[in-house]
């Protein structure tokens, strides 16, 4: 056996890479509580040289496609039909995420360009990309390693019924992640600032693009049926339920009294 096969197949490296997805969610939710990554409504300087924002998210998100491709032909289960159809959402979420909206952002931001109302656009901290581009080949790692080789498929019906479930609140999520950030970058291009976004989900909270990710990803949780499905959801919740909080305080700062106060941050009627 190649020296490259054995380390992909070394459980030891697996189970310590799914350990770290779990050790480093408590310790993101409680930072992130208190300082704000600056991109975005938070941008601010003192973080290094800044990227193109459709650049960063293109480059960060990368991972996720080719790293979890060039993973799982390794997987002794990388020819079974199950754990492709199993591996499938996760790829159509981040061809998404990876190709389809930096260039929407992209056209967002030169359609900015080209309006008379539009300001310079903040750029994406580079050491920021590169800590999500970390995160995101550990994620893939565990995620496609999992789904490729750890997974048992022995589970006839059930692994079905289960599929099928996950999968539906999975594109339950993803439907509402995509739909609010077109909306929000719809309303980039109109070149007329910050507005209060109305509509949909954002009539319930102030950040559903979030909460359609953390759908997505509960939904992940419940078709692979894992620990690390488990571990992707947790850590994505520690992740963006602290930034919607900053996010909807900062909407309440800038609108005052014009924002609706019904609103919670990113989980309706609860957070």
């Given at each position: 056996?190649?020296?490259?096969?054995?380390?992909?197949?070394?459980?030891?490296?697996?189970?310590?890479?799914?350990?770290?997805?779990?050790?480093?969610?408590?310790?993101?939710?409680?930072?992130?509580?208190?300082?704000?990554?600056?991109?975005?409504?938070?941008?601010?300087?003192?973080?290094?040289?800044?990227?193109?924002?459709?650049?960063?998210?293109?480059?960060?998100?990368?991972?996720?496609?080719?790293?979890?491709?060039?993973?799982?032909?390794?997987?002794?289960?990388?020819?079974?039909?199950?754990?492709?159809?199993?591996?499938?959402?996760?790829?159509?979420?981040?061809?998404?995420?990876?190709?389809?909206?930096?260039?929407?952002?992209?056209?967002?931001?030169?359609?900015?360009?080209?309006?008379?109302?539009?300001?310079?656009?903040?750029?994406?901290?580079?050491?920021?990309?590169?800590?999500?581009?970390?995160?995101?080949?550990?994620?893939?790692?565990?995620?496609?390693?999992w789904v490729s080789h750890y997974k048992s498929f022995d589970d006839g019906l059930c692994f079905w019924v289960v599929f099928f479930g996950g999968v539906l609140v999975f594109f339950v999520g993803m439907r509402i992640n995509v739909l609010s950030d077109k909306e929000l970058l719809r309303l980039k291009s109109e070149g007329r600032g910050y507005v209060v976004p109305k509509g949909g989900f954002f009539e319930v909270v102030s950040c559903p693009n979030y909460f359609g990710e953390i759908v997505e990803w509960f939904g992940w949780a419940l078709m692979t049926w894992s620990w690390a499905g488990l571990g992707f959801f947790v850590y994505t919740f520690a992740n963006l339920g602290p930034r919607a909080r900053a996010n909807h305080e900062w909407y309440l700062e800038k609108f005052g009294e014009d924002y609706p106060k019904k609103r919670k941050a990113v989980i309706p009627y609860l957070y």
């Open positions: 056996m190649s020296d490259q096969k054995m380390f992909l197949q070394d459980d030891s490296l697996f189970n310590y890479a799914l350990l770290t997805l779990f050790l480093i969610a408590p310790p993101t939710f409680i930072s992130l509580a208190f300082l704000q990554a600056p991109y975005g409504k938070h941008h601010r300087p003192g973080w290094g040289p800044n990227l193109s924002p459709p650049l960063a998210w293109f480059l960060m998100e990368s991972p996720t496609l080719w790293f979890t491709l060039y993973l799982f032909p390794f997987g002794n289960n990388s020819s079974n039909p199950k754990s492709i159809i199993l591996i499938t959402p996760f790829l159509i979420h981040y061809f998404n995420r990876t190709i389809i909206y930096p260039l929407r952002l992209l056209t967002t931001m030169k359609t900015k360009k080209n309006s008379s109302l539009s300001k310079t656009p903040s750029g994406f901290p580079f050491s920021i990309a590169l800590m999500a581009f970390i995160f995101n080949l550990l994620n893939s790692y565990v995620q496609a390693r």
